[in-house]
C-alpha cells in the first residue's frame, strides 16, 4: 500500500514548495509547518515502505518518458536507507528552521526553498535511472545555490552562492561526460531490452557492466567521480564547502548532513559495481577520499568560525566515506555498507552539531570562537546534545561515529594488506586531528572564562527538541542497527543480475581475489548471524590486537590533546607556545594551503584571465568586426534609399498613377502582341 | 436610353479631374473634394452598369459607397479642424512634423 504511494515522497516536498512560495507570505511563520509536514509525510511513507519490502524486497516502479529514457522509482536497500534518513533529519531541520528563522522578513522564500532541496535530494536517491538522478542532482545544486545566496543582500554570501554553484558545475560537466559516454557504450552493446526496460536503468546497467570495454569503464567511473568530488566536497573541489556557511545555519545543516554533499557518495555507492569493475576506478576513490580525508582535517585545526571548523570536518568524513568505498577494492560490495553506515551516521551527528552551533551562534550573535568562551553556562542543553554530537564525531567508544569509522579504518587495514598501506595511514591520522579539531571546538566553545560580552539565553524548545532527537541518534544509532544495517545492505546488489567476481576480474582485482572470496563468503554465510566489526574481525582473522584497539587509542588521545590544550581546568600547554601568529605552518592551514590564492591568483587571474583576454579581441575584431561592417554599410545604403519616402502624400499618388499608366501600357502592348500573333 | 460609353466618359473625366487636383493641391479642403470626385465618379459607373442589369446590385452598392464617403468626409474634416487649431494652416507642406 505504502509503495503506491512512493511518488508523494517527492510530490509533498513539491507541493510544499509550491506552496509556501505563492501563500506563504499570508501565513504565520512563513508556512513553515507546511514544510515540516511535507517530510514528515515523506518520512512516514518511507517508514511504511520500509516496513512492507525489509527486508528481502525491492520496489521498482516506471512508466516511459521519451526515446530510450523512462522516468522512475526504484526503492533498493540502498536507496531505502537513504530515504528514510534524509526524510528525518530534514523533517527536524526543518522544526528547527521554524524557530531560527522566525522573524526573518524572507522566511517564506527560504521555507519554499527548503522544501524544493528536499524534494531534489529525495527524488535523488529513489531515481532508478542515471538521467532522473542526474536532473534531481542538478535540482539540488540549483537550491544549495539560492540557499547559500539566502541572504543576497550580504555580497559574501551572494559570492559563496556563485562559487558553490560554479564549482560544483565542474564535477557537473564531468558526470555528464561520463553519462553520456555510458549511454553511447550501452547503445553500441545492442542490448535487446524487454518491454518496460530503458538502457540507463540501474539494473540494466548493472547487467551489462562485465561487456563494456575496461578502459571506457574507467573513463565513465572518473567521470562518475569527477561529479561526486565536486558535489561532495572532495580535493580539489571542496573550495565551495566551508564558503556555503554564508546561509542561514540550517541550510549548512542540511547541505552538510543530508541533501547535498552525501549525494556524491551516494553516487559513487549507487555506481558502485561500475567502479568495481573499471581499473584503477576504486584507486582513484581510494586516494581522492583518503587525501581529503586528513587535508581537510588539517584545516580545521586553524580555523576560527565554528561554522567553518564543522564545514572542514564535513570534508573529512565525506573524504572517510570515499576512503570506505574505494577500499572496497579490497572487501567488495561490502564497503558499501561501511561507507554507507558512516554516512547516516554522520548525517546524524553533523546536522545535530550544526544544528547546537546555530543554537549558539543565534544566542552569542557571533561565529568567531575566540569571542565565546564559557556560554556551557548559559545553555545547558544546548552543550551537552553538543557534547553527544562532539563526541560522535570524533570516534569515542560506543557512540555512533565510533562504530563507522572504526570500520572503515579496519577495512583499510584490509586493503592495506592486500594492496597498499597509504589509505590506512591517511585516515589513522586524520581520525587523530578530528578528534583534536572537535574538541577544540567544544572546548573553548562551552568552557572557560567569557571572552567577549555576549547574548546569555538558551534557545527556544522548538529548537531544543530535534536537538534532543537527533542526539538520541547520534548516541544510539550506531550499536543498535549496526548488524542489521550491514546485513542490510550488503543484500543491496544480489537484487540484481551480476557477478561481482567476474566485475572484479575485469577490474584487475584478481590478485586479492582470495580475499574478496572470502569477503563474498563471509557476507553469504553471516547473512544471518550478523556481520559487525567484531565478526567481521574474526571472518578475516589477520587484523592484530593492537590494530583494532587503535581507533580507541585515537579517539581518547586525541581528545586528550585537545584537553590538554584548551580545556582551563586540565590546561597544560597554550596553544600560542606552540605555533605563533608568524608560524609559516599555521599561517598556511587558516590560508587554506593557500589555495584560494593559487585558484583565484595564478589559475583564474594568469590563465582563464589571459585566454580571455585573447578571446576578447579575436570576439571584438574579427567575429564582431565583419557584422559591424556589414550593419554599416547596411545603414549608409538605407540612409540614400529612405530619402524616397518624402512623406508627401502627393508624390506617392503620383507615383500610384504612373505604376497604373505604366501596367495598363504593358497589358495593352502584350494583348495587341497575342492578337498580332507575336506571342 | 443614354448610351453607356457616355455614362463611362463622364466618369473618367471626372476621376481625371479628381486625381488631377490630388496631384497639385496643398490646400487640405480642396484635397477632401477631389477625394469625393474620384468616389463619386466610381459611383457614377455603378450606377450606370446597374441600368443596364437586371438586378439592383450595383445601385446597392452605391448607396454604400455613399454612406462611406460620408463618413470619410467627417473624419477627414475633423482632422483638418484638428490640424488647422494646432497649426493654424491647412496647407499641408507645413505640416511636415513627422516628416524628415
Sequence with gaps: ?679 | MIPLELYILLASIMFTIGLYGLITQKNGVKLMMCIELLLNSANINLVAFSAYQPNMNGQVFALFSIALAAAEAGVGFAILIALYRLYGTIDLDNINTMRW
Design chain 1, 1 to 679: 500500500m505504502y509503495s503506491d504511494l512512493a511518488y508523494l515522497i517527492v510530490g509533498l516536498p513539491v507541493l510544499a514548495f509550491v506552496l509556501c512560495l505563492f501563500f506563504g507570505w499570508h501565513l504565520p511563520r512563513g508556512g513553515g509547518f507546511i514544510t515540516v509536514l511535507a517530510t514528515l509525510g515523506a518520512f512516514i511513507i518511507s517508514f511504511g515502505i520500509f516496513q512492507e519490502i525489509y527486508p528481502g524486497d525491492i520496489v521498482h516502479q516506471s512508466m516511459h518518458w521519451f526515446g530510450d529514457f523512462n522516468v522512475g522509482i526504484l526503492i533498493d536497500p540502498l536507496s531505502l536507507i537513504m530515504l528514510l534518513m534524509v526524510s528525518l533529519v530534514v523533517t527536524l531541520i526543518h522544526i528547527y528552521g521554524n524557530g531560527y528563522m522566525n522573524g526573518d522578513p524572507g522566511a517564506a522564500r527560504y521555507f519554499a526553498e527548503a522544501a524544493l532541496f528536499s524534494a531534489a535530494m529525495l527524488g535523488l536517491v529513489y531515481a532508478d535511472n542515471l538521467l532522473q538522478l542526474f536532473i534531481f542532482w542538478e535540482l539540488v545544486g540549483l537550491c544549495s545555490y539560492l540557499l547559500i545566496g539566502f541572504w543576497y543582500r550580504k555580497p559574501s554570501a551572494a559570492a559563496a552562492a556563485k562559487k558553490a554553484f560554479l564549482t560544483t558545475r565542474v564535477g557537473d560537466v564531468m558526470f555528464l561526460a561520463a553519462i553520456i559516454v555510458l549511454y553511447n557504450n550501452l547503445v553500441n552493446l545492442n542490448i535487446t531490452l524487454n518491454p518496460g526496460e530503458y538502457l540507463l536503468q540501474f539494473p540494466v546497467i548493472y547487467a551489462h557492466i562485465a561487456e563494456i570495454p575496461p578502459d571506457q569503464l574507467t573513463l565513465i567511473a572518473l567521470g562518475l567521480l569527477g561529479g561526486a568530488v565536486g558535489k561532495s566536497g572532495q580535493f580539489p573541489l571542496h573550495v565551495w564547502l566551508p564558503d556555503a556557511m554564508e546561509g542561514p545555519t540550517t541550510v549548512s545543516a542540511m547541505i552538510h548532513a543530508a541533501t547535498m554533499v552525501t549525494a556524491g557518495v551516494f553516487l559513487v555507492a549507487r555506481m558502485f559495481p561500475l567502479f568495481y569493475a573499471a581499473p584503477h576506478g576504486l584507486t582513484a576513490v581510494a586516494a581522492v577520499g583518503a587525501f581529503t580525508a586528513l587535508f581537510a582535517a588539517t584545516m580545521g585545526l586553524t580555523a576560527f568560525d565554528i561554522k567553518r571548523v564543522l564545514a572542514f570536518s564535513t570534508v573529512s568524513q565525506l573524504g572517510f566515506m570515499m576512503a570506505g568505498l574505494g577500499v572496497g577494492a579490497a572487501v567488495g560490495a561490502f564497503a558499501v555498507g561501511v561507507s554507507m553506515f558512516h554516512l547516516i551516521g554522520h548525517s546524524f551527528f553533523k546536522a545535530l552539531l550544526f544544528l547546537c552551533a546555530g543554537s549558539v551562534i543565534h544566542a552569542v550573535n557571533t561565529n568567531d570562537m575566540r569571542e565565546m568562551g564559557g556560554v556551557g553556562k548559559y545553555m545547558k542543553w544546548t552543550m551537552y546534545t553538543m557534547l553527544i554530537g562532539s563526541l560522535s564525531l570524533a570516534g569515542f567508544p560506543l557512540f555512533t561515529g565510533f562504530f563507522s569509522k572504526d570500520e572503515i579504518i579496519m577495512i583499510a587495514y584490509e586493503y592495506g594488506i592486500a594492496i597498499n598501506f597509504l589509505p590506512y595511514i591517511f585516515l589513522i591520522l586524520a581520525a587523530v586531528l578530528t578528534a583534536i579539531y572537535t574538541f577544540r571546538m567544544w572546548f573553548s566553545v562551552f568552557t572557560g572564562k567569557e571572552r567577549s560580552n555576549y547574548g546569555k539565553h538558551e534557545s527556544p524548545w522548538v529548537m531544543l527538541g530535534p536537538l534532543v532527537i537527533l542526539a538520541i541518534f547520534a548516541f544510539a544509532f550506531g550499536f543498535a542497527a549496526q548488524h542489521d544495517f550491514y546485513n542490510y545492505l550488503d543484500s543491496n546488489f544480489e537484487h540484481y543480475d551480476m557477478d561481482f567476481v567476474e566485475l572484479g576480474i575485469i577490474g584487475g582485482h584478481a590478485l586479492i581475489e582470495e580475499h574478496g572470496a572470502a569477503a563474498e563468503e563471509g557476507e553469504h554465510a553471516s547473512a544471518e548471524e550478523g556481520h559487525g566489526a567484531a565478526a567481521e574481525g574474526e571472518g578475516s582473522h589477520a587484523i592484530p590486537l593492537h590494530i583494532q584497539l587503535l581507533p580507541y587509542i585515537v579517539a581518547l588521545g586525541g581528545i586528550l590533546i585537545a584537553a590538554l590544550f584548551y580545556w582551563d581546568k586540565v590546561k597544560k600547554f597554550d596553544p600560542s607556545q606552540v605555533t605563533g601568529d608568524k608560524d609559516p605552518i599555521r599561517k598556511m592551514l587558516l590560508k587554506g594551503y593557500y589555495q584560494h590564492e593559487i585558484m583565484t591568483g595564478w589559475i583564474c587571474e594568469g590563465i582563464v584571465y589571459g585566454t580571455a583576454l585573447i578571446s576578447n579581441t579575436i570576439d571584438i575584431k574579427i567575429v564582431d568586426g565583419w557584422l559591424n561592417w556589414l550593419s554599416a554599410w547596411v545603414m549608409g545604403f538605407a540612409g540614400h534609399v529612405r530619402k524616397v519616402q518624402t512623406g508627401v502624400v502627393q508624390n506617392y499618388v503620383t507615383a500610384l498613377m504612373l505604376g497604373i499608366v505604366v501596367l495598363v501600357i504593358a497589358i495593352a502592348a502584350i494583348s495587341l502582341a497575342m492578337e498580332v500573333g507575336l506571342i
